[in-house]
């Protein structure tokens, strides 16, 4: 058995964009981390790999920023990679429908005058909306914007209806909102969570709603990360977990290691998903009423798929899929012999299919491709990806919201970070980051 008096401030368990947060705040505040990753891997569930059959660099899963993401571009910033990161001037999203239409949500105000206005009138210039539900969908914004809308224990669709949103309002427009931002459908998630990305994304001020795009594998955008801590006084062990926190007295006394080194340090922030900080926990502790909803947490999936085709794709960066199970279509480059064109495609809240077999999901994808883009109705699909993330988040119910943990817990010299605890925010990189500054600033 190992035993090291720690010459570190705090520990932080995991390097997801939680603990990289909580590690970049801990320096700021003039504490010396030690963060500790179980995988060989930098980022958490934000990372990239090799595919070995095309030699292309794929991500475990598309991840796109917007402009109100103020936390996470810190970090970024920190690191020097936000110029790895492409930004749209305003939002625009083209729509692509099965029967080969397609229209354009182009966010665009006046002169520089963006933001809500932008927002109004790109969703006035839909073409597949009708007047009265442009008129109610409007109103409805107009009520978000001046807080009169009282979501209380609802869910989205609750507060949708109640709000005179049509179906056809909901499908084409709330749907693909509340999938992409909250990755969860609309019967289910927290009206509260929804009002505040609303609030603070579609609805907020400038360039909160452009979307921005990594034009890198996302690994990459972490990859400085160990120097800089190591240049702060810092460190990272990968490759590595713990086997439990030693908590004597409501006290925190440090971590054992899977290898079962004793690592004594005053101060700990556990930036793991909440069945994982369950299984270190010390059973004297995972009872208390601050711990005690973990095991009660729900999860959703996000299906991420890459398609390598023999035909170019049109010049778009992105889109939306609607009326299909795809989601979301963005364009990648390849580097893989015969491929014109890969494709990375997003089904989120996937519980329907998350069940087919890989090659299914596939050839579903790529015929709804061919049918949206008629460009692509003889292309042919030489190379596939299909990665499935069973517990991909925290599905933010509105049960799961009142029962989100504080960062602060009641044993003294230990908090929680996570996209899943009490951040008033999504479970996203945003509220992952958010929530590392917030367990910071309590050491």
């Keep these: 058995m190992n035993s090291q008096n720690s010459k570190y401030d705090v520990i932080v368990l995991g390097a997801g964009v939680a603990g990289l947060s909580a590690a970049i705040h801990a320096v700021r505040r003039g504490l010396k981390p030690l963060v500790i990753e179980s995988t060989a891997y930098i980022g958490g569930r934000a990372r990239s790999f090799t595919d070995r059959v095309s030699g292309d660099i794929i991500d475990n899963g598309q991840h796109v920023m917007m ?44 002169g520089n005058m963006h933001g809500p206005l932008g927002m109004a009138l790109g969703l006035l ?15 409805f914004a107009i009520r978000v914007k001046l807080g009169l809308c009282k979501p209380g224990s609802m869910t989205a669709m609750e507060l949708l209806l109640s709000e005179s949103q049509s179906q056809s309002v909901i499908e084409k427009v709330w749907v693909p909102v509340i999938l992409a931002t909250m990755n969860g459908k609309p019967e289910e998630v927290s009206a509260k969570i929804f009002i505040t990305v609303l609030n603070r994304a579609f609805f907020g001020p400038g360039d909160s709603s452009s979307l921005y795009i990594p034009q890198c594998g996302l690994s990459e955008l972490f990859e400085p990360f160990q120097s800089w801590i190591e240049q702060q006084g810092g460190a990272i062990i990968q490759s590595n977990g713990v086997r439990h926190i030693e908590i004597t007295d409501e006290v925190v006394r440090g971590v054992r290691l899977l290898d079962d080194t004793f690592i004594e ?128 988040t925290v599905l933010i119910d509105p049960e799961t919201e009142e029962a989100r943990p504080d960062q602060l817990t009641p044993v003294k010299g230990f908090y929680l970070a996570g996209d899943w605890t009490n951040t008033g925010l999504p479970a996203t990189l945003e509220g992952a980051a958010c929530s590392g500054g917030i367990a910071a600033s309590l050491i």
């Design 125 to 139: 210039r839909l073409s597949f909306l009708i007047g009265k539900d442009k008129r109610n969908l409007l109103l």
């Design 265 to 392: 340090c005053p101060n700990v922030i556990s930036a793991i998903p909440p069945h994982a900080l369950l299984h270190i926990l010390p059973e004297s502790v995972k009872h208390h009423n601050h711990f005690s909803s973990l095991d009660r947490i729900r999860y959703s999936p996000i299906i991420s798929l890459y398609l390598w085709f023999d035909k170019a794709f049109p010049g778009i960066d992105l889109a939306a899929i609607m009326e299909s199970s795809t989601q979301w279509i963005f364009r990648k480059s390849t580097i893989m012999e015969h491929g014109e064109s890969l494709l990375a495609l997003t089904i989120s809240a996937g519980d329907e299919i998350v069940n087919m077999s890989t090659e299914d999901i596939a050839q579903t994808c790529a015929k709804e491709v061919r049918k949206c883009f008629p460009e692509m109705f003889d292309a042919r699909l030489i190379h596939w990806k299909v990665i499935k993330e069973k517990m991909a």
């Design 67 to 110: 402009g109100c993401y103020a936390s996470f571009f810190d970090l970024l910033t920190t690191l020097g990679s936000m110029g790895k990161i492409k930004k749209q001037d305003v939002l625009t999203i083209p729509f692509h429908f099965p029967d080969g239409s397609n229209d354009l949500l182009h966010a665009k105000g006046i």
